[in-house]
């Protein structure tokens, strides 16, 4: 009985001990790094891939050994992986990235839109990046049933895809919606506070203006004067003889000076030297000061302003007072 009694416990103390050997093994693999001295790389998972299939990526990629065994520890784990771009590298442990491809972050790229981009130069931009075409973007930027859809009274998105700076994840198969609804939102979050926020048609407008004013000035203090010389221009129903729209209504590979006879051009819709009243669309995309000079313009009597040459302006209330700043401006520039 006793011999009996010695055995089983002799069995138990070597079963303990094995056991004890495999948990320590077990602990070893998932936190020892294959390459403690790898550099990072990009790794993609790709929407409904499987675990297994993943795993065996990871260890074709050099970044994992056993994938065998991982996969059966991240089955056990119970917690799916997640689709998307993920920085990862043979100095991590199978255990860091197991976690990173379940709850860590996706590779974000940043992308800077300065103000005053058109559509084409904003979609110019993001196809640099390579998370989408130019093609692919401005497809969607100017498909009206998608404009409609984001509850924007216009045929296209000039004007409201807000510059800022952006950090975006790789979109799947190039789509560009993710990244044009995050310009969007931002704009809205941008022009809640306006006192039009909340009528569409209004807004719009204000975006057509701000557009200009984003054109016509870079100094900041000068935003709410020249929204409040083209105010007073519409107020009185005078032209608003803006550059600036004449040169985005002869498109984006236009890159001559203006002549009078573009001046003349009526075929020019955004000719604002032809037609009167603010031309059919925003001519780029505004930032926030310009959005708020032109929904609050500054109360003058100025009509008119020519440049000064140092990139501020000088505004005139008369035709006589213009005239003679712009023959000084014609001076300096001599």
Known sequence: MLRRI???LAGGALLCAMTGAGAWGLHRYLTTPRDPAASPVVFSVRRGEGTEAVIA????????????LLAAIARIGGS??????????AAMSPQEILWTLRFGPPVRYRVTFPEGLTLTQTAARVAETG?????????????PRFTQAQG???????????????????????????????MIQRFRAATRDLPVAQDPKALHQVVILASIVEKETAVPEERPRVAGVYANR??????LQADPTV???????????LTFAHLKDTANPYNTYAHPGLPPGPICSPGLAALKAAATPEAHDYLYFVATGDGSHTFSRTFAEHARAVQRYRQRQK
């Open 6 to 8: 010695s055995l089983i």
């Open 57 to 68: 990526r990871l260890a074709e990629a050099g970044l994992v050994r056993t994938p065998r």
């Open 80 to 89: 799916n992986l997640r689709a998307g771009e993920f920085s990862l590298s």
């Open 131 to 143: 998370l989408t075409s130019a093609d692919a973007f401005l497809a969607l930027c100017t498909d």
């Open 152 to 182: 924007i009274p216009a045929p296209n998105l000039e004007g409201y895809l807000f510059p800022d700076t952006y950090f975006f994840e790789r979109p799947e198969d190039g789509d560009p919606r993710p990244l044009v609804k995050a």
């Open 234 to 239: 519409l107020a009185r129903g005078m032209l």
């Open 247 to 257: 040169l985005y209504g002869l498109g984006p590979d236009f890159s001559g000076e």
